[in-house]
């Protein structure tokens, strides 16, 4: 098989962040401040990408604008002849360095969304005020003219707000929305039972969203993830694991996915020590789960193999404790169905206390 460049690099600067959403998509383990990789380093991650082939960089964390160097960051990365996108909930960015980042060439902005309500943005993301500051940063946006994607988290709580996040989105005058079901790893795991979606919920946003999309087309484009506990069949993840990505930490460790670390056997390289190039093609990590090669059945004889490459490795590992087995969404999977039973208990289980991602010194109780 033979191994082509990444695509795209997401690159988590901080796990520093002041939300703290529930199901915030950072390791349970988060990396601290001191672990970072400097601006320097970063520099030239950002060159070493693009020598790789690498066309597009999602700046994310955490909350990237906590870093006091994104402006600069921004620079180097387009310097380097990087496609810059920003991951951003919005706060700690100002008119002012919104323009900053405009003049350093930021290309996009995907601003995230955690209800359409400052009540329920402001719940989910466990930050009083997050909600107003976000629409004050949508408007400086839409005045600069940067290009915006809206992301929107939906689950148990906020999936009646989707259609008013979509109209949000068409007010804001974004090209795009990312309507993504929550994905159950590290901190959306523990809070299953606070946020699965019912079936008759995710059957709804289906409706929804294809209707919207009929309706907007030409106006807004509707990227979705579906509600995959109630699905019969698994999502591509990472459109194949070491095929068009990776994610690089905010101390350098080099990821196949952002949950890869959950994956106990797996050793990964780190920029301090090794060239990314090297890395991505000989990185036994990378390898692990690239192709179909490593397939067991039902997965190797199936002709969906190439389609969805089996799924998510790290939803089989957190679900049937192998990272190799066919993804437990798949109606061919022998955990299928015991795992649709679960997906129906979360989803009528008492409303469970939201468990907040913490950072060492905030608090992890729930907002008041
Ligand atoms: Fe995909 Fe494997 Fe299921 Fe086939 S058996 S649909 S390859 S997950
Ligand atoms: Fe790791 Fe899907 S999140 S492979």
Redesign the pocket.
Known sequence: MTTRPPIAMLAELTHRCPLACPYCSNPVDLARQESELDTDAWRDVFRQAADLGVLQLHLSGGEPATRRDLEELVQAARDAGLYTNLITSGIGLTERRLRALDNAGLDHIQLSLQGTTPEMADEIGGYAGGYRRKMMVAEWIGQIGFPLTLNAVLHRRNLHQLPRALEMAVEMGARRIEVATVQFHGWALKNRDALMPTRAQAEEATRIVTEARARLKGTLVIDYVPADYHSD??KRCMGGWGSTGLNVAPDGTVLPCHAAQTIPHLRFDNLRDKPLSEIWYKGTAFNAYRGTGWMPE??AS?D??EV?F??CRCQSMALAGDAAA??PV?V?SPHHSDLQSRAAAHATAADAPLIYRSVPGRATEPAE
């Open positions: 069949y698994p039902p997965c199936c969906r193999k969805d089996g799924g066919t993804d798949c061919k």
